[in-house]
């Protein structure tokens, strides 16, 4: 029972891992249909990062679901607790002082707010890549939404589950149209300042 829990104090904090890393975490969370890019620009933002010497991870949802999520199904009951034990899991990660860097289809506004609201507001950007179905599906190398329209995938969104759009986003890029570069530059325009957050 929690009640019989009594959180741990350590010595060493989170400011002194963002001291030592010389920069802050947070969390960067991409959220859109399948073949909207999350994974490509979660890839490419990691590389940059860590060119320039920040310490990151990327929390995938597809490996999540290949490992500590392998439990759980794809009903609004088995997405919300997959979304549940990811944020605490890149909670924990921001704690170590990484960047955490989130792909996550997390269809529901509700999941995204749990997202939020377990990982703290001040450490959580989200951004939503807005992709046209169609656009999606001709991306689509894995053959994901053709095996859902021929019924061979159950509950995939965008195809038999809703998907909703973010009432409000950290940052709204239009991955349909713009290249993975210029989507960069508009992820990096935002997250620069963050990034200094912790030089004191």
Same mark, same amino acid.
């Given at each position: &029972?929690?009640?019989?829990?009594?959180?741990? /104090?350590?010595?060493?904090?989170? $400011?002194?891992?963002?001291?030592?890393?010389?920069?802050?975490?947070?969390?960067?969370?991409?959220?859109?249909?399948?073949?909207?890019?999350?994974?490509?620009?979660?890839?490419?933002?990691?590389?940059?990062?860590?060119?320039?010497?920040?310490?990151?991870?990327?929390?995938?949802?597809?490996?999540?679901?290949?490992?500590?999520?392998?439990?759980?199904?794809?009903?609004?009951?088995?997405?919300?607790?997959?979304?549940?034990?990811?944020?605490?899991?890149?909670?924990? &990660?921001?704690?170590?002082?990484?960047?955490?860097? @989130?792909?996550?289809?997390?269809?529901?506004?509700?999941?995204?707010?749990?997202?939020?609201?377990?990982?703290?507001?001040?450490?959580?950007?989200?951004?939503?890549?807005?992709?046209?179905?169609?656009?999606?599906? /001709?991306?689509?190398?894995?053959?994901?939404?053709?095996? @859902?329209?021929?019924?061979?995938? $159950?509950?995939?969104?965008?195809?038999?589950?809703?998907?909703?759009?973010? &009432?409000?986003?950290?940052?709204?890029?239009?991955?349909?149209?713009?290249?993975?570069?210029?989507?960069?530059?508009?992820?990096?325009?935002?997250?620069?300042? $963050?990034?200094?957050?912790? $030089?004191?």
């Amino acid at each position: &029972m929690t009640s019989n829990l009594v959180h741990q /104090k350590f010595n060493i904090s989170r $400011k002194d891992r963002n001291r030592q890393n010389e920069h802050a975490s947070f969390v960067v969370w991409f959220t859109g249909l399948s073949g909207s890019g999350k994974s490509t620009l979660a890839n490419e933002l990691d590389k940059l990062l860590n060119i320039r010497g920040l310490r990151t991870y990327i929390l995938d949802g597809d490996n999540i679901r290949k490992g500590i999520s392998s439990d759980l199904d794809f009903t609004d009951k088995g997405r919300k607790e997959n979304i549940r034990r990811s944020s605490e899991i890149a909670k924990l &990660m921001v704690d170590a002082g990484l960047i955490v860097i @989130a792909s996550f289809i997390s269809p529901l506004e509700v999941d995204r707010a749990l997202a939020r609201t377990i990982i703290g507001d001040q450490d959580f950007i989200q951004i939503y890549l807005s992709c046209s179905l169609s656009v999606c599906e /001709k991306r689509d190398v894995k053959g994901f939404y053709s095996k @859902a329209r021929n019924g061979e995938i $159950k509950n995939f969104t965008g195809i038999h589950s809703l998907y909703e759009i973010p &009432m409000k986003s950290d940052i709204n890029i239009n991955s349909g149209e713009l290249s993975v570069e210029e989507c960069l530059d508009e992820i990096m325009f935002v997250i620069h300042e $963050k990034l200094n957050v912790c $030089k004191v």
